[in-house]
């Protein structure tokens, strides 16, 4: 007989560890299945170079943990505070090495099922006599065979994602490639990627190839401008300065065709390029030979090969992602799910990838479990029908949430108003919204509201993508003119978008206290007052003071006009700016001659 357990989770990651964790917590039956001889085991050897970019920040200035799990990047979730990852390290960016010590001391504290070299090699879902339909059945290799209702994949980065184009395999990757910079003394290396591991790995070449040339295939984008954690992070931009100081090493947008041998052991890369700045725009198609070639183009983040038929889950660009619903369980299997970096195929603009964001993910998953498997309803706080208590809870929950930090945009909360009057309003926490859209309770409210953290640049038309415009203060007097990240307040009835606010932004994303002197305290809040009532009336005739400053008489005594002279400096820029509503904040004045 299979050993049967009723959720099986496949890798003891992050994820993997994260949900042991909750499903002890709910003493539910599970367990983890490992390859390895330890948790944590992807992170022995990747990433190469041993370095994360994942911030381990120390030290902050409010004391509450929650707000400070903002900013540490590393810890999973649990009660224990010895298990902070800033307790293991000063390193803004720590050591690979440090956090499998962390995982594994997670796992052992928190006394997490995880049986350890138990290499699963095949999945099949099966109806076997005697046994509950539609089970999973699992192979490993030493013979064993298990059985579960529920199986979440945590199984991380698989395998590389490469390019299929011809030559590849005279190309080294990421994964492969020697890491003795010797090897690559007075070279020419060409990196072929455009992620923080293509410019990984030239970082660490930088002292030592003769060049550089990373390829592209298309401009880059920079965490700073998408808010993507996943984009490129100025830690590892040192091509890049080199490359503006004409340094040698390059970044190129153009795209490999295919690999072929040259002479003297030489790489031929065959590309085109983009040139639709040329007398005739179209593609540029020429060859150049380098000593090495090296393959940084990402990772699969699931392994259909271990699948029957029967259960193989569907699959999207290029079989890198699950196609998974959005509750994380696979579109096309029923009771599979998948988690850890694996989340990303729901959310490519916030965290989800990383875990920061997917721990939070993992425990809104735990909860979506219980309330299917279990019949637990999803947590839910109960608030007086009241603009006041409803405004102060929403504000705390955006001063000081972790989740909706992290995930922004992607995760919110959900505040439902029931018709009758007697009946409190209720507050739900941490869902996609992706999933409450789908819901039929929230489809069927009469008075709903959603709120989520999001930034608001695209509102800069032209400067959209030029974030460094923006280093003074926003527009004091038009919400809608903010750009970072900020509480997004949405009225819905019966699921139909009516209205939305916004509050003004804040430079620590505290939205409950004052930034400066003349602050008003309680703008923020006060803002979500009157939208709330403007919807449901709830204080008739009540209207809260939500002007920026402490009083309109501040504005005109602290805010001095430009003189004549300073007038005549303002860059051209300034002046083919006043048909838009929003503008950059960052406009310099001309220096005087």
């Known amino acids: ?55 381990n920040k120390r030290f902050n200035p409010f004391p509450e943990l929650e707000y400070n799990m903002r900013h540490d990047w590393n810890s999973l979730l649990c009660d224990d505070p010895s298990l902070r990852f800033t ?55 030493d013979g064993r065979e298990y059985s579960c209702k529920v199986l979440i994949m945590a199984t991380g980065a698989v395998s590389e994602h490469l390019p299929d184009f011809p030559g590849i395999e005279l190309a080294d990757t990421y994964a492969n490639h020697d890491l003795d910079p010797k090897k690559y003394e007075g070279k020419l290396v060409c990196v072929l990627g455009r992620g923080n591991s293509a410019f990984e790995v030239a970082n660490h070449l930088a002292p030592y190839a003769a060049f550089v040339h990373i390829f592209g295939g298309r401009a880059l984008k920079h965490a700073w401008n998408s808010h993507f954690v996943g984009d490129l992070r100025a830690i590892n931009n040192t091509i890049l300065d080199m490359y503006m100081l004409k340094s040698l090493h390059s970044y190129l947008g153009i795209e490999a065709l295919k690999l072929s041998k040259g002479e003297n052991n030489q790489v031929l890369v065959h590309f085109r390029d983009l040139v639709l700045h040329w007398k005739t725009p179209g593609y540029f198609h020429d060859t150049k030979p380098y000593d090495h070639v090296i393959v ?63 721990r939070y993910n993992v425990r809104t998953l735990h ?7 279990q019949g637990v309803p999803y947590p ?69 509201f959603t709120m989520f953290l999001k930034y608001n640049f695209d509102r800069f038309g032209e400067y959209s993508n030029d974030v460094l415009k923006f280093t003074h203060w926003p527009l004091s007097y038009d919400e809608h003119c903010q750009g970072f990240l900020r509480p997004m307040l949405t009225y819905y009835q019966n699921g139909k978008f009516i209205d939305q606010i916004g509050t003004v932004e804040s430079l620590v994303l505290r939205f409950d206290c004052k930034e400066f ?25 009540e209207k809260y003071y939500d002007y920026f400053l402490v009083n309109e008489e501040a504005y005109h005594k602290h805010v001095v006009p430009l003189t004549n002279e300073e ?27």
């Open 1 to 55: 007989m299979p050993i049967h357990h009723e959720t099986i989770i496949i890798g003891a990651g992050p994820a993997g560890l994260q949900m042991g964790h909750f499903m002890n917590g709910t003493e539910r039956d599970y367990i983890v299945l490992e390859a390895a001889d330890k948790a944590g085991h992807f992170f022995t050897h990747e990433p190469r170079h041993r370095l994360l970019i994942s911030i």
């Open 517 to 541: 002197t003349l602050d008003n305290p309680d703008k923020n809040k006060n803002m979500l007052k009157n939208f709330i009532n403007k919807h449901l009336n709830f204080n008739p005739g």
């Open 296 to 358: 940084c183009t990402g990772w699969n983040y699931v392994d259909t090969s271990l699948f029957a038929d029967n259960c193989k889950p569907a699959t999207k660009k290029k079989g890198k992602y699950p196609v998974l619903k959005t509750n994380w369980e696979s579109e096309n299997v029923e009771n599979l799910y998948f988690m850890g970096t694996a989340m990303q195929a729901n959310d490519r603009q916030a965290a989800s990838g990383f875990i920061h964001g997917f």
């Open 380 to 448: 839910v706080k109960l608030l007086p029908r009241d603009c006041p208590a409803i405004a102060e809870h929403i504000i705390q929950r955006a001063s000081l949430d972790a989740c909706i930090y992290q995930l922004n945009t992607f995760m919110g909360d959900v505040i439902i108003v029931p018709e009758d009057p007697k009946d409190e309003v209720q507050y739900y926490t941490d869902l996609p919204m992706i999933y409450v859209m789908e819901q039929e309770w929230f489809k069927n409210a009469k008075h709903a």
């Open 87 to 141: 307790k293991y390290t000063e390193d803004l960016y720590p050591q690979a090495d440090v956090i499998v010590k962390y995982m594994n001391d997670f796992a052992q504290k928190l006394k997490i099922k995880i049986e350890y070299n138990t290499l699963v090699v095949n999945i099949s879902k099966e109806d076997r006599p005697g046994s509950p339909r539609g089970q999973f059945y699992l192979k490993t290799k």
């Open 367 to 373: 909860r979506l479990l219980e309330e299917k498997f």
């Open 567 to 593: 007038m005549t400096r303002l860059p051209p820029e300034f002046f083919k700016l006043d048909g838009m509503r929003c503008k950059p904040t960052t406009m310099d004045l001309i220096p005087e001659m």
